[in-house]
């Protein structure tokens, strides 16, 4: 009886979950995978939420995106690089349980108590989750000369494996030509705002390099999206626009 409580009561928490911030304004896709549903929730910006059965995995979560007193705590929390749109100690200390895995890139762990550094070309297996470091940086757009918003070898990107699905999470970057190497993508996160990451040109360059069955477009700010839907049109590739401005 009392297992049969404590199942009623997290299935009750689920439900209430899923209303709450639906209605708060945060989109969800759900797909089937080899063993459970896998929801992708899009938070915001360069910020999601991914579900798959009883697991939460937090990406890059932010407080101007969300409050995340009232989000249901990491599994795994990745990060891909330190700047603040993107690494946020405040959102992912109300998020953290005891047996939280943080994953970062090597700078952001300065500013976090405890996290597993990965470099890129790194690769964990952890509660059945494949995650594999990838390249994420500029070649053209920089500060000052000299000096890319994102130099080469410092942030990841995450390719992850969830029930057979490969998800690619490129984290800020550009059309980069490790890009050629990704193979069987699922579903890829691209950032499309200028001049931090891409302009819809390159991202559409990017999208044909990794030919996912689904693109996300996100990290895009007030860059018009319907450049890419035209650009990708007869290329076979599902670009949907979610709330991640």
């Given at each position: 009886?009392g297992?049969?409580?404590?199942s ?19 989109e ?32 890059d ?62 690769k ?15 070649i ?19 390719i ?9 999470v ?11 190497n990704f ?23 990017a999208?044909r ?9 996100y ?27």
């Amino acid at each position: 009886m009392g297992n049969l409580k404590l199942s009623l009561l997290f299935t009750a928490f689920l439900f209430t979950f899923n209303i709450n911030y639906a209605q708060m304004g945060f989109e969800k896709d759900v797909f089937e995978t080899d063993n459970d549903k896998l929801e992708l929730w899009f938070i915001g910006h360069g910020t999601l939420m991914f579900k798959y059965g009883d697991m939460v995995i937090h990406i890059d979560p932010v407080s101007r995106e969300a409050d995340y007193s009232g989000m249901p705590d990491a599994d795994i929390i990745l990060i891909t690089h330190e700047h603040g749109d993107h690494l946020d100690p405040g959102a992912i200390k109300q998020i953290l349980k005891d047996e939280t895995l943080i994953i970062c890139n090597k700078a952001s762990s300065t500013d976090l108590d405890d996290c597993r550094i990965m470099a890129n070309g790194d690769k964990l297996e952890v509660m059945g989750i494949s995650i594999e470091a990838v390249p994420a940086y500029n070649i053209k757009h920089e500060r000052a000369p000299g000096k890319p918003f994102h130099p080469r070898g410092n942030g990841n990107g995450y390719i992850l494996d969830i029930g057979g699905k490969t998800i690619y999470v490129a984290g800020d970057t550009e059309n980069i030509p490790e890009m050629k190497n990704f193979k069987d993508i699922d579903i890829a996160f691209l950032p499309m705002n200028l001049p931090y990451t891409m302009s819809p040109e390159m991202a559409a360059d990017a999208a044909r390099m990794i030919n996912p069955g689904i693109l996300y477009p996100y990290h895009f700010g007030s860059t018009d999206t319907g450049v890419i839907i035209e650009l990708l049109k007869g290329t076979g590739i599902d670009v949907r626009i979610r709330k991640l401005q």
